[in-house]
Structure formats: C-alpha cells, structure tokens
C-alpha cells in the first residue's frame, strides 16, 4: 500500500510561486503515474497535470500550461510541482494521486483512475 503526503501549500500573491511536494512512503512509487488534482470550495475535483512513471511523458490541463511544471525524483518516492506565475484562481486544495502501471500506459486525467490519493495541500493566492 502507498500512502501520499503533500507539502508546501500555503499564502501567497498573485505572481508568486510555490513548489508542491508529494512524497510516498510504504512501498516505491517507481511504478506509478502519478497526477496532481485541485479541489476549490464547491467545485469538483479537477485535473491539473500528470507524469508517467519514468517521467518521459508530462501532461497539463490548459489553465496551466506554461505556468505549473511537474516533475518526479523516482529515488525519494517524490512527485513535485512547480507554480509560478500564480492567479487567484489557483487558489484551491491539491492533491497528489497515483496509480501503478504498466510501462508504456500514460496517466488519465479522470480522478477516479488513480488509486491512491494524498491527503491535500491548501494553495492561496491573493490578488
């Protein structure tokens, strides 16, 4: 079994940036794609970027597109994403999810694909 922590939420303005972290601990995430998903106050669950588990592929939803860069170091079971140039509209809980695959299987953007879910990090951005 995988549990998922995410770190690095917090405050901050419009423009700035922050760096999310999701670290596994149990067993490797070497074999897992893994995504990020934002939640803000009664809106679903929507997808915003994923990562397959050798990393060669990346994807983004395109309200972040040039702006968030996700990345993987498969050595500390870490999952990582960069935020720059952050809007108010960022402003949500972000959770990291993931699910083991085959190699050449790329991540879903559905939220009910992935099998394990962190807990969830609060992002604010003023404007």
């Known amino acids: 079994q995988v549990q998922l922590v995410e770190s690095g939420g917090g405050l901050v303005e419009a423009g700035g940036s922050l760096r999310l972290s999701c670290v596994a601990s149990?067993?490797?995430?070497?074999?897992?794609?893994v995504g990020w998903f934002r939640q803000a106050p009664g809106q679903e669950r929507l997808f915003v970027t994923a990562?397959?588990?050798?990393?060669?592929?990346?994807y983004y939803a395109d309200s972040v597109k040039g702006r968030f860069t996700i990345s993987r170091d498969n050595a500390k079971k870490a999952v990582y994403l960069q935020m720059t140039t952050l809007k108010p509209d960022d402003t949500a809980i972000y959770y990291c999810?993931?699910?083991?695959?085959?190699?050449?299987?790329?991540?879903?953007?559905?939220?009910?694909?992935?099998?394990?879910w962190g807990q969830g990090t609060q992002v604010t951005v003023s404007s």
């Open positions: 999810a993931s699910r083991r695959t085959i190699l050449t299987m790329d991540p879903d953007i559905q939220p009910e694909w992935y099998s394990n």
């Open positions: 149990g067993r490797t995430i070497s074999d897992h794609a």
């Open positions: 990562i397959s588990r050798n990393g060669r592929n990346t």
